[in-house]
């Protein structure tokens, strides 16, 4: 994954000037042999903050490890001001954790009360409207507190992509998908950068692609991929010249960000002057951590890249699509066990999800596009697609969204795809996610979400909930466990 940040973890401690700093550094260092045990690479950084000065020495040094992911760790109660200075100051994610009293035998001299402190911490962090991450209990033993952190290693990851992340978007959001045209200035708020295109920009830079060298070896390494499933081999050049005029794109105008995403147009318009669908190519590029979203998703193509940084694996964009008719759940009940038919749904696209996540991927064409465009005729300008079943498999379903007034919300739910043919076409799966009904009504449907869902591959809900609260969103919607009712749910059933 060539377009996901590295994390680079730091670990400062803090020691409150009447207590001993002894205290800190011991834990300290047993919080990274814990780190190393379990192969947690992690800077430990020398200077132990007791006051101000000892923060401007800690920045030095955590610059000089290159440090970009920062853990605060109280080794005893610890000064909250030079503590939430050091997070105010420190360019990358923060987390903060504190030490837990090892032994009813040294609660005398050895006593932190970290666990008093990191309330006080809490409290400064408040006043510099700062949002460290701090894990569901933040104290702990050694080896507790490296579990922590590993914890927090894909929620900074989310975080530094998006610091330095670019969305390039081509054409105009669809009229009819108005879900798509959320409004970008939160965009800004939180860190991404957008440059918005136009279908003819998109269309020159396809055009000025041809002949590039790296055409022909981009359509065999496609024609390797597909294998037996390359039904359309006349069709790779094409496919590979717009793969290149996107990466070509992307290494010319990232500028100032380190990492890019795109979200284009992808039809009505696009197949009569390309002469294809463009949904392999999506997923070609989003198995080396670069979505593309169709009909300009620019939130879309943000949740998937947002999945991706959380699982490092390769994330899609699909429609929450269609249900499952209940004979196939009859027929399929040794696979569904404990799921209400209400709980299963068909995730699908025309052909965006990564081969390596699909069962029998192969080039064809859009069928629903071929209705519009191609009626009656033999498939042509609608070729493209990789079609095939999702893999049975762990997932999270996911959004980012802007309101119509620009305050961000956000939703995560963690489920499985079946091991169920869904019999029909595209990129399409039979996924499986407690209560899901209820979460359809009253989180899709209540808070008015788009189609559109970010797929990743595991379960990354802890990573992607933790990441969207660290952002400031406040509205975060997940699938309720039967007897917890949402607020909007009607109590009479």
């Known amino acids: 994954m060539k377009n996901v940040p590295k994390v680079k973890l730091g670990i400062v401690a803090v020691s409150r000037d009447c207590f001993p700093i002894e205290l800190s550094r ?98 400064n962090t408040g006043l510099r409207k700062l949002r460290p991450y701090i894990p569901e209990y ?10 922590m952190i590993a914890g927090f290693i894909p929620v900074a990851r989310v975080l530094l992509g998006l610091k330095k992340l670019k969305i390039f978007a081509f054409g105009p959001r669809p009229q009819d998908f108005l879900a798509c045209n959320a409004p970008i200035k939160p965009l800004y708020d939180i860190g991404v950068e957008i440059m918005e295109n136009s279908e003819l920009d998109l269309y020159d830079i ?41 990466t070509k794109f992307m290494a010319d105008h990232l500028g100032a960000s380190e990492y890019g995403v795109f979200a284009n147009k992808c039809w009505p318009s696009f197949e009569p002057f390309f002469g294809f669908v463009p949904c392999y190519v999506n997923s070609r590029l989003a198995a080396r951590g670069i979505p593309v979203s169709c009909e300009v998703d620019i939130y879309g193509t943000l949740s998937e890249y947002m999945a991706t940084c959380a699982t490092e694996l390769p994330a899609t964009l699909l429609d929450i699509n269609n249900t499952v ?38 080039l064809n064409y859009q069928l629903i596009m071929h209705r519009l465009m191609e009626p009656g005729k033999k498939p042509d300008i609608t070729r493209g697609t990789l ?33 169920i043919d869904p019999k029909s076409f595209g990129g399409i799966g039979v996924f499986a996610i407690k209560e ?5 009504r009253h989180v899709l449907i209540e808070k008015r979400f788009p189609h559109h869902t970010a797929v990743a591959f595991a379960h990354a809900g802890k990573a992607l909930f933790a990441a969207v609260r660290m952002l400031g969103v406040e509205d975060i919607g997940s699938n309720r466990p039967a007897g917890m009712p949402y607020a909007t749910e009607n109590p009479f059933g």
Do not use: W
């Open 26 to 123: 011991k834990r300290r260092t047993n919080v990274v042999k814990a780190c190393r045990a379990k192969k947690i690479p992690i800077a430990e950084i020398a200077t132990i903050i007791e006051n101000e000065k000892d923060t401007l020495k800690a920045l030095a040094e955590l610059k000089e490890r290159g440090v970009n992911a920062l853990v605060l760790y109280l080794g005893n109660f610890g000064p909250e001001g030079p503590t939430t200075i050091l997070a105010q100051k420190f360019d990358g994610p923060v987390m903060v954790a504190a030490a837990a009293e090892e032994t009813g035998k040294d609660l005398i001299g050895g006593r932190g009360d970290a666990y008093c402190g990191l309330l006080n911490t809490s409290y």
């Open 138 to 147: 933040p104290v702990g033993l050694p080896e507790e507190v490296a579990d």
């Open 206 to 246: 396809f055009l000025k692609a041809k002949g590039d060298r790296a055409i022909k070896a981009v359509a065999r390494d496609m024609a390797r991929e597909l294998g037996a499933g390359n039904a359309y081999p006349d069709l790779l050049e094409k496919l590979a010249q717009y793969e290149v005029a996107l």
């Open 325 to 362: 008719p209940y004979d196939m759940v009859k027929a399929a009940k040794k696979v569904v066990g404990d799921y209400k038919p209400h709980d299963l749904f068909m995730g699908f696209h025309c052909g965006n999800t990564s081969s390596a996540c699909l069962i029998g991927g192969g």
């Open 387 to 419: 079609e095939g079943r999702i893999k049975a498999g762990e997932i999270t379903i996911f959004r980012l969204q802007s309101t119509a007034d620009t305050l961000l919300r956000s939703y995560v739910a963690q489920g499985e795809v079946l091991d």
């Open 436 to 440: 899901m009904g209820r979460f359809y």
